[in-house]
């Protein structure tokens, strides 16, 4: 059961990861970045060439959007060549990362510079300073069960389904506990930590078997699958400010 509350709501973050992601160690050695002089050079005399290799990025972290919208706020010509850019907002729909369709991701970066070695020798996003990160993904109940019926054996638990309600998400499937076969299912909420820092996962109630089972036994569960998530280890402020979920669809909105 753990492994599908926490793959129900990690798979969102999906999107996130991929323009996000890069360890501790890296992010050390782009604080030292210095922009390449041939790749300036380039900028300085096409600066709409920046705007074009972030979108190849784009293609490479969403694969067959069905819309792509880029709009830069730039700085000074002399910002621009080192990747310096005043906001840089995206808005996508339809795009599948990693397996997971999402039905809207607009993402908006402010004050950010980007390693521009990064962004022209292999179309990466990597920021090397950001102000702040705002972000505004839906993902639809039918892109989630899609997603788990890929991955079936990777988290042990067969027919698994979600059902999204309002305010409440419905989890149900089938696993095993040695020889014997539990049918499970519950429902709860999720909910982000005053410091915004924190996914937790809340079960009103829970069945095993068609039976409901004691607070206590809830009460454990939940103790071990939380938090399900911790935005802290993203490299930038991700601060999410609130989850809605909606019959269809999660709605994940972050930002100051």
Known sequence: MKKLYMFGVCAIFIFMSALTAYSATRKIELASYTPDPVITEKILENPSIIEEKIKAAMNKILSNPAT??????????EETSIGKLKRVCIETSGGNAEGLVLERANVEFLDIQLNTTELFEKEDIEPVELNDIFMDVIV???????????????????????????????????TKYGLLKADFS???????????????????????NYMAMP??????????????????????????????????????????
């Open 186 to 208: 519950a429902d709860g909420k999720l909910t982000v930590s005053k410091d915004g820092k924190e996914i937790w996962f809340h079960a009103s109630n829970m069945k095993v």
């Open 140 to 174: 639809t109940e039918n892109a989630l069960n899609d997603l788990l019926l890929k991955k079936i054996k990777k988290i042990n638990v067969k027919k698994p389904k979600i059902v999204l309600k309002k305010g409440k998400m419905h989890l149900s499937g089938s």
């Open 215 to 256: 607070r206590s036994f809830v009460g454990m569960i939940v103790k071990k699958i939380n938090p399900v998530l911790k935005l802290e280890d993203f490299p930038f402020n991700l601060n999410l400010k609130s989850i809605e979920i909606n019959p269809g669809n999660i709605h994940f909105i972050s930002g100051k």
């Open 68 to 77: 792509l919208t880029l709009n830069i706020e730039y700085g000074t010509k």
